[in-house]
T-cell receptor
Framework: ETGVTQSPTHLIKTRGQQVTLRCSSQ?????VSWYQQALGQGPQFIFQ???????GRGNFPPRFSGLQFPNYSSELNVNALELDDSALYLC???????????FGEGSRLTVL | QQQVKQSPQSLIVQKGGISIINCAYE??????FPWYQQFPGKGPALLIA?????SEKKEGRFTISFNKSAKQFSLHIMDSQPGDSATYFC??????????FGAGTRLFVKA
């Protein structure tokens, strides 16, 4: 059984740039959620995708967007990067309607 | 109403002691209460979880106590070991959607 994998693991961008983060969900999982974890804080829900549709969003602006593909993998896109976007971005997969999240190791984004 | 409040922020326990972390919630629609363990440089991993129809769940050295009327739940780690040193997050969600996390507790177990 393959776990959740994320890429890249680390990246550095400058303010105003755009970034795409990728996630492969655990085998058999059809739901993907993205979280932002600032240093020393708990993960904050960005959005969730189920069957290629966004089915819920946290308190994040529209410059945070995503996609889910037919194989259930997913992308998180952030446009017009701001310094405060520096964080660990976590992808979690799950089965529909279950609360058990399986996290990847995250992509650490630094915005200079 | 969507918040999950966690305490303490940090905790130091002697090896063999009991670690206790507490959480409180407001939203009575929450129906799943997991605890996650996170080591530095890693993503959170599910440790143990409970649903509100039971008051306690035990898995090995880890126990969740749940008080529905007080809207509180806690994690007890018995016989704490240095390998348990990590950050612990309580969380809550409804129907598997939008898990809300607490701010985390950094646990250090002294050898």
């Amino acid at each position: 059984e393959t776990g959740v994998t994320q890429s890249p693991t680390h990246l550095i961008k400058t303010r105003g740039q755009q970034v795409t983060l990728r996630c492969s969900s655990q085998s058999g999982h059809n739901t993907v959620s993205w979280y932002q974890q600032a240093l020393g804080q708990g993960p904050q829900f960005i959005f969730q995708y189920y069957r290629e549709e966004e089915n819920g969003r946290g308190n994040f602006p529209p410059r945070f967007s995503g996609l889910q593909f037919p194989n259930y993998s997913s992308e998180l896109n952030v446009n017009a990067l701001e310094l405060d976007d520096s964080a660990l971005y976590l992808c979690a997969s799950s089965l529909e309607n279950t609360g058990e999240l399986f996290f990847g190791e995250g992509s650490r984004l630094t915005v200079l | 109403q969507q918040q999950v409040k966690q305490s303490p922020q940090s905790l130091i326990v002697q090896k063999g002691g009991i670690s206790i972390i507490n959480c409180a919630y407001e939203n009575t629609a929450f129906d799943y209460f997991p605890w996650y363990q996170q080591f530095p440089g890693k993503g959170p991993a599910l440790l143990i979880a409970i649903r509100p129809d039971v008051s306690e769940k035990k898995e090995g050295r880890f126990t969740i106590s749940f008080n529905k009327s007080a809207k509180q739940f806690s994690l007890h780690i018995m016989d704490s070991q240095p390998g348990d040193s990590a950050t612990y997050f309580c969380a809550a969600n409804t129907g598997g959607f939008k898990t809300i996390f607490g701010a985390g507790t950094r646990l250090f177990v002294k050898a």
